[in-house]
């Protein structure tokens, strides 16, 4: 039989949890980029973090730790203590791509975080150099086939999420097409704009001005759906490539043993705040759409996306170590 004493424990502990999830937060929290100022996370992470401040009225300190492909950021949250006063803001792609790329990570993706919302998403805007003769994705694809090995896409790097793009394009349309990695976007479109790289996976942001300009030719977005702020760019996969979907999220996640209640009062909180449309407008100023995920959605998202690039990534050879 179980006895008073231990009933009395385990209400004891849930009693306790919910009373430090009303409190919560008595001090200030800290929210752990990786990467430098002035990157999208590091943006999200200054617009939550003086929402939560409007909130709570403690103080949120925006961490950067800029190192490893953002595999340090991620090792600092999971050693941290789970109380809710440390969390991980990060592009998806250091959860879901990093554990496929390095050899060895100090830190499990599923094991060492709680998830607590996925904030926004993010498509890449396919783009090409206009001497290319191919006004849609049907096009493009027709053009490599006939030029196997001839075409050229430029990424930020090695393992990047543009290269794998990339990577799953050429694999789903069944062409040969040629990644060439550079260090940063900056440089990468460079050489796009100059005509020595045929195509690229670009954010949307920079390369705007570029299609507007007609310097690139705007092809399509790699998300599932329209992209909300540009619906009337088609998708890759309505384009002529069906299946094709690439997205980078942002996902905010806290170290495991924190409470599931402050993990639950974060998550509305943050919610809450980004519907605000002063939020909703900064971000799609920044090339995101805000998507706002519970808790259940987010684990799945992330699940999913770890999944999406197991074989990418090997198909690629691609190593980080």
Same mark, same amino acid.
């Given at each position: ?53 409007? =909130?709570?009225?403690?103080? /949120?300190?925006?961490? +950067? ?7 340090? %950021? ?23 791509? +990093? ?36 006004? +849609? ?6 053009? @490599?086939?006939?030029?196997? %090995?001839?075409? +050229? ?16 394009? %050429? ?18 479109? /460079?050489?796009?704009?100059? %005509? ?18 007609? #310097?690139?030719?705007? *092809? ?20 002529? *490539? ?49 998507? @706002?995920? =519970? ?7 992330? #699940? ?5 690039? @197991?074989?990418?990534?090997?198909? =690629? ?5």
């Amino acid at each position: 039989m179980i006895s008073a004493r231990l009933i009395a424990a385990v209400l004891s502990a849930g009693v306790g949890t919910v009373a430090t999830a009303q409190m919560y937060p008595t001090k200030p929290i800290r929210l752990i980029t990786p990467y430098a100022p002035g990157g999208g996370s590091d943006t999200l992470a200054r617009v939550i973090g003086q929402k939560l401040n409007e =909130s709570w009225g403690q103080p /949120v300190v925006v961490d +950067n730790r800029p190192s490893s492909g953002g595999n340090l %950021g991620a090792e600092l949250v999971a050693k941290a203590a789970p109380d809710g006063y440390t969390l991980f803001v990060t592009p998806s792609a250091v959860l879901t791509i +990093n554990p496929h790329l390095y050899a060895k990570l100090r830190y499990d993706p599923f094991k060492d975080f709680l998830p607590v919302t996925a904030p926004t998403n993010s498509p890449y805007f396919l783009v090409m150099h206009p001497k290319i003769p191919a006004a +849609n994705v049907k096009e493009l694809i027709v053009y @490599a086939k006939a030029n196997p %090995g001839k075409m +050229n896409y430029s990424s930020s790097g090695s393992g990047s999420s543009g290269h794998l793009a990339g990577v799953l394009f %050429g694999s789903l349309a069944g062409i040969d097409i040629v990644h060439i990695p550079y260090k940063g976007a900056a440089p990468a479109t /460079v050489d796009l704009l100059a %005509g020595a790289i045929q195509f690229r996976f670009s954010s949307v942001v920079p390369a705007l001005p570029h299609v507007r300009s007609g #310097r690139l030719r705007g *092809l399509a977005m790699s998300s599932a759906k329209r992209y909300t702020p540009m619906p009337e760019v088609p998708t890759i996969a309505e384009s002529g *490539l069906p299946g094709y979907a690439v997205e980078s999220f942002y996902v905010i996640v806290a170290p495991t043993g924190t409470p599931r209640a402050v993990v639950e009062k974060l998550n509305a909180e943050i919610v809450r705040k980004l519907k605000d449309p002063e939020v909703n407008a900064r971000m799609a100023a920044d090339g995101a759409e805000v998507i @706002a995920t =519970s808790i259940a959605e987010t684990t799945k998202m992330l #699940r999913d996306d770890y999944n999406r690039w @197991a074989k990418p990534v090997k198909d =690629s050879g691609a190593r980080a170590d």
